[in-house]
């Protein structure tokens, strides 16, 4: 997956979010999902480059105010994937 940052902008972003580099790469990554609060801040910190539903899988069921939202990916059910 193309990062939608470069590692020294993720760098800079995780040390003023709070928040360990390879915890962001790994979120960013789908590996793990950020935490609700951590996520909207990096949203915010990051300008809007990253956006709360790369860093958390679950997204749509968190803030489904984002769902349809302009950039925002489809949601895919568990039944569609299975």
Same mark, same amino acid.
């Given at each position: 997956?193309?990062?939608p940052i470069t590692p020294k902008e993720r760098a800079e972003l995780a040390e003023k979010c709070g928040v360990n580099d390879q915890y962001l790469?790994?979120?960013?990554s789908g590996r793990r999902d950020? @935490?609700?609060t951590?996520? !909207?801040?990096? #949203?915010? @910190?990051?300008?809007g480059r990253l $956006?709360?539903?790369m860093l $958390? $899988?679950?997204?749509?069921?968190?803030?489904? #105010?984002l769902v349809g939202a302009e950039g925002a990916p !489809?949601?895919?059910?568990q039944q569609q994937a299975a």
């Amino acid at each position: 997956m193309d990062q939608p940052i470069t590692p020294k902008e993720r760098a800079e972003l995780a040390e003023k979010c709070g928040v360990n580099d390879q915890y962001l790469y790994q979120c960013l990554s789908g590996r793990r999902d950020m @935490d609700a609060t951590q996520a !909207a801040l990096c #949203e915010r @910190d990051s300008g809007g480059r990253l $956006r709360r539903w790369m860093l $958390r $899988r679950d997204w749509h069921v968190t803030w489904p #105010e984002l769902v349809g939202a302009e950039g925002a990916p !489809a949601i895919v059910s568990q039944q569609q994937a299975a």
